[in-house]
C-alpha cells in the first residue's frame, strides 16, 4: 500500500501561483508514476499532469501545458506540481495518484489515490 496526501490548495485570484505537494508513505515511493487529476464542481475527475518514476519525461494535459510543471523529489517521497497564471477554470480538486504503468493518463491506471486539496480560483 502507498499513502498519499495532499497539501498546498487555497483559494488564490485569476493569474495567481500555487504550489500542490504530495507526500508518500508506505510502499517504496519511488518506483511509481505519479499523477495529478483535477476534479471540478459537477464534473469527472480529469488527468492533468503525470511524470515518470525517474522524474524524467513529465506530460500534461494541453490546457495547462505551459502553465503547470510536475516534478518529484524521490528523496522526500513527495512530488509537486507548480501551477502558474491560474484561471477560474482550473477550479477543482486536486488529487495526487500513484501507477505501476507508464504513461498513465486515465483513472483505472492508476491504483493509489490521495484525499484530495481544494483549488479555487477567483476572477
Known amino acids: 500500500q502507498v499513502q498519499l496526501v495532499e497539501s498546498g490548495g487555497g483559494l488564490v485570484q485569476a493569474g495567481g501561483s500555487l504550489r500542490l505537494f504530495c507526500v508518500a508513505s508506505?510502499?517504496?515511493?519511488?518506483?511509481?508514476?505519479m499523477g495529478w487529476f483535477g476534479q471540478a464542481p459537477g464534473k469527472e475527475r480529469e488527468f492533468v499532469a503525470g511524470?515518470?518514476?525517474?522524474?524524467?519525461?513529465?506530460y500534461y494535459t494541453e490546457p495547462v501545458n505551459g502553465r503547470f510543471t510536475i516534478s518529484r523529489d524521490n528523496s522526500k517521497n513527495t512530488v509537486y506540481l507548480q501551477m502558474n497564471s491560474l484561471k477560474p477554470d482550473d477550479t477543482a480538486v486536486y488529487y495526487c495518484a500513484a501507477s505501476r504503468r507508464l504513461p498513465a493518463r486515465t483513472l483505472p491506471e492508476y491504483d493509489y489515490w490521495g484525499q484530495g486539496t481544494q483549488v479555487t480560483v477567483s476572477s
Open positions: 508506505g510502499r517504496t515511493f519511488s518506483p511509481y508514476t
Open positions: 511524470i515518470s518514476q525517474s522524474g524524467g519525461s513529465p
